[in-house]
């Protein structure tokens, strides 16, 4: 049986929520109507690769439609051996400037072609599920603490594995009602315990530190705005046991009762009442980005190429707006990509 290896580089996404996040999940098995999305093993929140792949096809679109050779830029459908150029013209006359951008070759090599042309070929792009990395929780001193666990960070480095990276040094893991805080200090820790929400726990042997330093420099964003959120991340970071921290990012969402009312009468409108779930401000996810060589039929851009290309695009983004509610101000997201050397699959 022979086996395809195939050449791809690949890059780091940290998502950082600015304001409250909804990655719906679209049905309810509980008391909230409208839960977010959560892994079925783990229960933590998580947003699923195809939404985030879609956003970040939308994003770079944008960024193309804005461009002033927009119409003169090469499409996926273009056939130069049967059409004639003002063939070509004509076809791209009326259309939108985002339909523009949607058909050329710079987005579908990345993204693969619009739906109408979906069976041409596949997008160079891989995205994986957002993972959660750091989840805020209320602290009784310090404001709040992030929280990871060891399950979360050995997960990390195995997915930086795939990009040819190692992680960061794990620290032990605690016993439950234990953490580990960062050496140096923890703001939120006081007399050798710190409080999140109603539970309190020991500060234990060990060291958070080069978790929060690797993850301030490498998932939060690089830019100046992000400098005093940096420092903070590295003294308010706490790893607990996998239990406790399973128990927060279960319950310690926000949850938040929806109302539609009667304009006439100011009553509740019948089924307007209902429950929605957020992620709080904060919370940080990271994705990893895979990108293989272009798939069209004539060929293309290679893999390093098509990365450079996406990492320009990305860098153009200082915010992102991740899951609903937009209208609202829901999901705005701190984007961070950062490219890596790749591997082989």
């Given at each position: 049986?022979?086996?395809?290896?195939?050449?791809?580089?690949?890059?780091?996404?940290?998502?950082?929520a600015?304001?409250?996040?909804?990655?719906?999940?679209?049905?309810?098995?509980?008391?909230?109507?409208?839960?977010?999305?959560?892994?079925?093993?783990?229960?933590?929140?998580?947003?699923?690769?195809?939404?985030l792949?879609g956003?970040?096809?939308d994003?770079?679109?944008?960024?193309?439609?804005?461009?002033?050779?927009?119409?003169?830029?090469?499409?996926?459908?273009?056939?130069?051996?049967?059409?004639?150029?003002?063939?070509?013209?004509?076809?791209?006359?009326?259309?939108?400037?985002?339909?523009?951008?949607?058909?050329?070759?710079?987005?579908?090599?990345?993204?693969?072609?619009?739906?109408?042309?979906?069976?041409?070929?596949?997008?160079?792009?891989?995205?994986?599920?957002?993972?959660?990395?750091?989840?805020?929780?209320?602290?009784?001193?310090?404001?709040?603490?992030?929280?990871?666990?060891?399950?979360?960070?050995?997960?990390?480095?195995?997915?930086?594995?795939?990009?040819?990276?190692?992680g960061?040094?794990?620290?032990?893991?605690?016993?439950?009602?234990?953490?580990?805080?960062?050496?140096?200090?923890?703001?939120?820790?006081?007399?050798?315990?710190?409080?999140?929400?109603?539970?309190?726990?020991?500060?234990?042997?060990?060291?958070?530190?080069?978790?929060?330093?690797?993850a301030?420099?490498?998932?939060?964003?690089?830019?100046?705005?992000?400098?005093?959120?940096?420092?903070?991340?590295?003294?308010q970071?706490?790893v607990?046991s996998?239990?406790?921290?399973?128990?927060?990012?279960r319950?310690?969402?926000?949850?938040?009762?929806?109302?539609?009312?009667?304009?006439?009468?100011?009553?509740?409108?019948?089924?307007?009442?209902?429950?929605?779930?957020?992620?709080?401000?904060?919370?940080?996810?990271?994705?990893?980005?895979?990108?293989?060589?272009?798939?069209?039929r004539?060929?293309?851009?290679?893999?390093?190429a098509?990365?450079?290309?996406?990492?320009?695009?990305?860098?153009?983004?200082?915010?992102?707006?991740?899951?609903?509610?937009?209208?609202?101000g829901?999901?705005?997201?701190?984007l961070?990509?950062?490219?890596?050397?790749?591997?082989?699959?």
């Amino acid at each position: 049986m022979n086996e395809t290896r195939t050449t791809w580089k690949g890059g780091l996404l940290g998502l950082h929520a600015l304001t409250a996040l909804h990655p719906g999940a679209g049905a309810a098995l509980g008391t909230v109507d409208l839960p977010v999305q959560r892994e079925r093993h783990t229960h933590w929140p998580n947003i699923a690769g195809s939404a985030l792949k879609g956003i970040l096809r939308d994003a770079c679109r944008e960024d193309i439609a804005r461009r002033d050779d927009l119409g003169h830029l090469e499409r996926y459908d273009d056939n130069k051996e049967k059409d004639k150029p003002e063939d070509r013209a004509g076809r791209r006359k009326g259309s939108s400037r985002r339909d523009l951008a949607d058909a050329t070759l710079l987005l579908t090599e990345l993204f693969g072609p619009p739906t109408g042309g979906s069976g041409e070929f596949a997008g160079a792009v891989s995205v994986t599920d957002a993972r959660l990395l750091a989840f805020p929780v209320r602290s009784l001193k310090g404001v709040f603490a992030w929280i990871t666990c060891p399950a979360v960070l050995e997960r990390l480095q195995r997915d930086l594995a795939l990009l040819g990276e190692a992680g960061p040094t794990l620290p032990q893991e605690p016993q439950d009602e234990q953490a580990i805080v960062c050496a140096g200090g923890c703001v939120c820790a006081v007399n050798g315990s710190l409080v999140l929400e109603e539970f309190d726990f020991k500060v234990a042997t060990g060291d958070a530190k080069p978790a929060a330093d690797w993850a301030a420099a490498n998932v939060l964003p690089d830019t100046p705005a992000y400098a005093a959120t940096r420092r903070r991340f590295a003294g308010q970071l706490v790893v607990l046991s996998n239990n406790d921290f399973t128990h927060f990012a279960r319950h310690a969402t926000e949850v938040t009762a929806r109302i539609g009312l009667n304009y006439d009468t100011k009553t509740v409108k019948d089924g307007a009442l209902f429950y929605q779930e957020f992620l709080p401000a904060e919370t940080l996810f990271y994705s990893v980005v895979l990108v293989n060589a272009a798939r069209t039929r004539t060929g293309g851009a290679d893999a390093a190429a098509l990365l450079q290309s996406l990492g320009g695009y990305l860098g153009k983004i200082p915010v992102l707006q991740v899951g609903g509610d937009e209208t609202t101000g829901k999901g705005f997201c701190g984007l961070r990509f950062r490219q890596t050397s790749g591997g082989t699959s």
